[in-house]
């Protein structure tokens, strides 16, 4: 089974600088899709940048942009020029590329992001 | 453009009480729908999921049941509740398409309280 790792509970960035959040993922599939969500304190579930394994080039997103290491089953978001609103849960999620229970998407704990002004 | 409706956003159920949550989605055909529940300073564990209309499947045993009545509904229940099942209900929606299975689109999400 899939199982998906975010080891920083919570991490704290200064208004305007980059912070990384890490995620480490275990899967034995070849193919898959991976995504990293934001959770507001309004607890919407929003989609921040999604990755396609197949796909060397990492997806970016305006100050969004990931770093995928496919061989090391890694998956670190990167945000730039830290803005308040960007204080949120965000959350690595894990799917394969086909339907069924495969096909449900598989969440890491969440790192809570702070903004310091 | 799809959306998604989940209600109500806030409920508080006195413990043995029945439960029906609700979730539609617009604006797509034969989604897979989800049900995922949060618990305070968790992530999200996947209790059911349907690919079609009667469709359901479960992910972990639990006082829950889901229903799948037409094709963009999706209900969540329970006969008698109990103080675990106090948390936040988040519905989802996804499509697959030649290229695989993409993001899912959520709901804003009901705050459950048992009390």
């Known amino acids: 089974a899939q199982t998906v790792t975010q080891s920083q509970p919570e991490m704290s960035v200064q208004e305007a600088e980059t912070v990384t959040l890490s995620c480490t993922y275990d899967?034995?599939?070849?193919?898959?899709?991976l995504f990293w969500y934001k959770q507001p304190p309004s607890r919407q579930m929003i989609l921040v940048i999604r990755q396609e394994a197949y796909k060397q080039q990492n997806a970016t997103e305006n100050r969004f942009s990931v770093n995928f290491q496919k061989a090391a089953k890694s998956f670190s978001l990167k945000i730039s020029d830290s803005q308040l609103g960007d204080a949120a849960m965000y959350f690595c999620a894990y799917r394969s590329k086909y339907g069924g229970s495969q096909g449900n998407l598989i969440f890491g704990k969440g790192t809570k992001l702070s903004v310091k002004p | 453009s799809q959306t998604i409706h989940q209600w109500p956003a806030t409920l508080v159920q006195p413990v043995g009480s029945p439960l029906s949550l609700e979730c539609t989605v617009e604006?797509?055909?034969?989604?897979?729908l989800y049900w995922y529940r949060q618990a305070a300073g968790r992530g999200l564990q996947l209790l059911f999921y349907s690919v079609g209309i009667g469709q359901i499947s479960s992910e972990v045993p639990q006082n829950l049941s889901a229903s799948r009545p037409q094709d963009r509904q999706f209900i969540l229940s329970s006969k008698k509740l109990l103080l675990s099942d106090s948390g936040f209900y988040l519905c989802?929606?996804?499509?697959?398409?030649?290229?695989?299975?993409?993001?899912?689109?959520f709901g804003q999400g009901t705050r459950l309280t048992v009390v």
């Open positions: 604006g797509t055909s034969n989604p897979n």
């Open positions: 989802a929606w996804s499509v697959l398409g030649r290229q695989g299975g993409t993001e899912a689109f």
């Open positions: 899967t034995s599939e070849s193919d898959y899709y």
